[in-house]
């Protein structure tokens, strides 16, 4: 890996479609491999479907093939952590001791675990 994952996140911020937010938020993931995806937020007017970055770098790697993501890097101007919608697409992708983290502009970074940051997660125990 060439750059590190918060320069990978910070990077795709830049592609980031957000002209009702103004809010560029990037992410980085890795899978199973080591592979790494990038995605970043695209807004709607609908706003409903506006998709985060988190969820575009996640859908990327199952597009093509991956289905266990290792580790998860955001990245937003004020360090941001990834939503709900986010942290419940990442329970089906990983398992609940994937590390997430998110910094901002400065450098800062926090990492939590998926199970600390969605205490209660729907998974498919449930439908079972």
């Known amino acids: 890996m060439s750059k590190d994952l918060h ?4 990077d ?3 592609n980031s ?3 009702y937010s103004k809010a560029k938020v990037g992410a980085a993931i890795v899978t199973e491999d080591g592979t790494v995806y990038s995605g970043c937020n695209i807004e ?3 706003f409903g479907a506006t ?3 988190e969820r575009v770098a996640i859908w990327k790697a199952v597009s ?7 580790k998860v890097q955001v990245y937003t101007h004020d360090g941001w952590p990834p939503c709900g919608m986010c942290l419940q697409v990442m329970t089906e992708f ?3 001791d994937l590390e997430i983290t998110f910094g901002d502009h400065s450098g800062k ?3 939590k675990k998926l199970k600390e940051m969605l205490t209660h997660a729907f998974t498919s125990e449930h439908l079972k």
Do not use: I, L, Y
Request: glycine content about 4%.
């Open 12 to 14: 795709a911020s830049q």
């Open 109 to 111: 970074q926090t990492t």
């Open 51 to 53: 998709v985060c970055a």
């Open 7 to 10: 320069q990978e996140a910070k």
């Open 44 to 46: 709607n007017s609908s």
């Open 94 to 96: 990983a398992d609940p």
């Open 17 to 19: 479609h957000s002209p």
């Open 64 to 70: 093509e093939g991956h289905k266990k993501v290792k």
